[in-house]
């Protein structure tokens, strides 16, 4: 089992920036993935970034060059939110694979086994 948990997030300014940090506990894996969805009432969840054990990251088009995802190892990942507009608003949750990714990165939910509790994001006009 391995449980994570986010921290970060808050209310924030259109335009601003902040960074969610996540903390993986338990049989972590350093060959696995690891990423962020997020997910607004009422709609499915949406894939936001992933990186690969080897440092490959992956991003979904609405936040490709303003988001800017990193790992520490298998225990921390970081997502860095620059240019938030409102329709980022959403909680954030990290995930984890229990597969090996190396040179390329999951998008989808069903690929990550572990998902932390989530951190609510939300960008004011």
């Known amino acids: 089992q391995v449980q994570l948990v986010e921290s970060g997030g808050g209310l924030v300014q259109a335009g601003g920036s902040t960074t969610l940090s996540c903390a993986a506990s338990g049989d972590t894996v350093g060959s696995s993935a690891m990423g962020w969805f997020r997910r607004v009432p009422g709609k499915e969840r949406e894939f936001v970034a992933a990186i690969s054990s080897l440092g490959i990251t992956g991003y979904a088009d609405v936040v490709k060059g303003r988001f800017n995802i990193s790992r520490d190892g298998a225990k921390y990942t970081f997502l860095q939110m620059n240019g938030l507009k409102p329709e980022d608003t959403a909680v954030y949750y990290c995930?984890?694979?229990?597969?090996?990714?190396?040179?390329?990165?999951?998008?989808?939910?069903?690929?990550?086994?572990?998902w932390g509790q989530g951190t609510q994001v939300t960008v004011s006009s």
């Open positions: 995930v984890t694979t229990v597969d090996s990714w190396f040179r390329n990165t999951p998008s989808h939910p069903v690929q990550f086994r572990y």
